[in-house]
T-cell receptor
Framework: EADIYQTPRYLVIGTGKKITLECSQT?????MYWYQQDPGMELHLIHY???????EKGDLSSESTVSRIRTEHFPLTLESARPSHTSQYLC?????????????FGEGSWLTVV | RKEVEQDPGPFNVPEGATVAFNCTYSNSASQSFFWYRQDCRKEPKLLMSVYSSGNEDGRFTAQLNRASQYISLLIRDSKLSDSATYLCVVNDRGSTLGRLYFGRGTQLTVWP
């Protein structure tokens, strides 16, 4: 089983609120990712990191931001939530080397903005 | 053009059937290949890696054709529990900075 954890698992908030989705992994992985996925639809990479103090934007434009101050922690923040942000957010991690490209996912955070 | 293309299905098969999924990738420099399984409203989980010579894990067989940039997954003797979405995943190059690209997934439903 993967040791990667996301909180909260489910969140319903009002428009305009600031939220932070937490993600932690205890596998010592350098790479971490945030994906967005609507039910029945494909995964979209929104942010990734190769290590501490490294963050990059992914393929899908997102109004969220991330930080990587510690190896094990990769929080995602929405400064002002909107209904269009309603989705599932999946955090993932993998090793940095070529032999460790297996990516492990957290259970996801389901966000509903009303 | 997308990095990874999959037929989204759905594939609806009876128990015991053999079913095959295909996937094509656009970057010939891709080095690593995987199949992931995602159950409804769950996170994706690694099903198996795909090796150049092809590999088998129980009822599952994965094949890679580098010349055609094509990956396949064969499931024999389908079980009800095989119902899920199967994601083809490709690493764009072998360096430490290689990105993983996910296909949109192929949905499989096995019926009794």
């Amino acid at each position: 089983e993967a040791d990667i954890y996301q909180t909260p698992r489910y969140l319903v908030i009002g428009t305009g609120k600031k939220i932070t989705l937490e993600c932690s992994q205890t596998m010592g992985h350098d790479k971490m990712y945030w994906y967005q996925q609507d039910p029945g639809m494909e995964l979209h990479l929104i942010h990734y990191s190769y290590g501490v103090n490294s963050t990059e934007k992914g393929d899908l434009s997102s109004e969220s931001t991330v930080s990587r101050i510690r190896t094990e922690h990769f929080p995602l923040t929405l400064e002002s939530a909107r209904p269009s942000h309603t989705s599932q957010y999946l955090c993932a991690s993998s090793e940095l080397g070529t032999s460790g490209n297996t990516i492990y996912f957290g259970e996801g955070s389901w966000l509903t903005v009303v | 053009r997308k990095e990874v293309e999959q037929d989204p299905g759905p594939f609806n098969v009876p128990e015991g059937a053999t079913v095959a999924f295909n996937c094509t990738y656009s970057n010939s420099a891709s080095q690593s290949f995987f199949w992931y399984r995602q159950d409804c409203r769950k996170e994706p989980k690694l099903l198996m890696s795909v090796y150049s010579s092809g590999n088998e894990d129980g009822r599952f067989t994965a094949q890679l054709n580098r010349a055609s940039q094509y990956i396949s997954l064969l499931i024999r003797d389908s079980k009800l529990s095989d119902s899920a979405t199967y994601l083809c995943v490709v690493n764009d190059r072998g360096s430490t900075l290689g990105r993983l690209y996910f296909g949109r997934g192929t949905q499989l439903t096995v019926w009794p």
